[in-house]
């Protein structure tokens, strides 16, 4: 680092790897780690990707990761907003129904100076495709594409603090029922079948144009089946198409981790009254319609397949 970049008050920080996830935009993504279990991989660059770098650490259970908020001044169109990148010195936190203002300092606010996240997540394993590491982690509260700038075991005996004072937030936020239409679930099952037919033409196709398997192939079935992820093709011939094939297949499960998403209640705090308005979140592969119904509970009411690329 230079001493002019220095002495203007920046620091340097590299991008160790990206994040990759279900969620590719911030509506439905948990607003604190640990709220919901979802399952997602570090995917590391090099050269910080070096298996060697990584010893020692499936001792621990949980880790910290520093991140950048990468989409807090990005408009429709891809590009940086500058007139909303000013520092701002008070927030409104949506804990306190989107009303109050608190100082920026006191908040876990994505409107930060320095732009960056800190979580704590739960290590499920270290995996090894082609000898670069994938970190397998769960209850991460960011989306698909977040750059990881450091990563740091998490260390119970000084890291948990017993009595400590969480001021407005004291305990976990209260979770909404989730119910889900017969037609939404008739979609959600009928665009798992089209992909069950795809990938099974896919592995056809694949068997009679390649009798064997390289190494890679038998690398990235070993991660599919580490996952659980047994529709997947094996004619993945990178770790890239392994990662993204992973955040994108649609599971029966995935109802589950939906449900627990909406349960969160991403709705602005100040729409969470309305009624029969309906949002949308991006869940990998889909957008799923949900809205408050008059039960109190919020529905899903419709999912539909989109085209664009995660």
């Known amino acids: 680092m230079s001493e002019s970049y220095a002495s203007e008050g920046f620091h340097h920080a590299p991008i160790i790897g990206y994040h ?9 993504a948990p607003r604190q780690p640990n709220l919901v279990a979802l399952t997602s991989v570090i995917e590391m660059l090099a050269p910080y990707d070096t298996p060697a770098a990584f010893v020692g650490l499936e001792a621990f259970s949980h880790i910290w990761l520093s991140w950048q908020f990468h989409h807090n001044y990005i408009n429709k169109n ?46 499920e394993r270290v995996e090894v495709v082609e ?22 075991p998490y260390v119970a005996y000084s890291d948990a603090v017993d009595d400590a004072e969480s001021g407005f937030a004291p305990t976990a936020p209260t979770l909404l029922d989730v119910t889900m239409t017969e037609s939404a679930y008739k979609q959600f099952m009928t665009l798992i079948n089209v992909e069950q037919v795809n990938v099974e033409q896919s592995d056809k196709a ?31 011939n990178s770790r890239d198409g392994l990662v993204h094939k992973v955040q994108k297949q649609l599971l029966e499960s995935d ?3 939906i449900k627990a998403l909406i349960a969160q209640d991403p709705r602005p705090a100040y729409r969470r009254t309305e009624i029969n308005t309906p949002f949308i ?30």
Request: charged fraction near 20%; proline fraction near 4%.
């Open 78 to 123: 891809g590009h940086v907003n500058k007139a909303d990148s000013n520092f701002r010195a008070q927030v409104r936190p949506p804990r306190l129904g989107g009303n109050e203002k608190i100082g920026v300092f006191a908040s876990r606010s994505m409107y930060r100076p320095s732009g960056l996240g800190l979580s704590v997540v739960k290590l």
């Open 131 to 152: 000898g670069r590491v994938l970190l397998i982690i769960s209850g991460a509260d960011m989306i698909d594409g977040t750059p990881i700038i450091d990563i740091k």
């Open 281 to 310: 979140m991006r869940y990998k592969s889909v957008d799923v319609s949900f809205q408050l119904i008059e039960s109190g509970q919020l529905q899903i009411m419709a999912v539909v397949e989109v085209n664009e690329t995660l």
């Open 206 to 236: 694949n068997n009679k144009n390649n009798n064997t398997n390289s190494g890679t192939e038998n690398a990235a079935l070993l991660f599919i089946n580490s996952m659980n992820l047994t529709n997947l093709t094996n004619s993945l």
């Open 255 to 257: 109802i589950d981790s």
């Open 20 to 28: 990759r996830a279900p969620l590719s935009q911030k509506f439905g």
